[in-house]
């Protein structure tokens, strides 16, 4: 088995996206914004980021789960 075959699963990829574009989002494009959107900014951000490690835990949890006792 490869050291690199957790990571065939779908979730990593989508997961890794997802928390880099809302970091990206966060870092980056929040101070750019008006004042009056950069709590909206934010917080789409955060959860951005939150949601990919949320994606990340739950593939890791069904393959756990899939995987033969002992």
Known sequence: ?????????PHWPAG????????????LGVPALAPEWRTLGKT????LAFGGIGVIAWGISRR???????
């Open 44 to 47: 789409t951000g955060e959860l």
């Open 64 to 70: 756990v789960r899939a995987a033969p006792p002992g």
């Open 16 to 27: 890794v996206l997802l928390a880099i574009a809302g970091v990206l989002l966060v870092r």
């Open 1 to 9: 088995m490869s050291r690199f075959a957790l990571f065939a699963s």
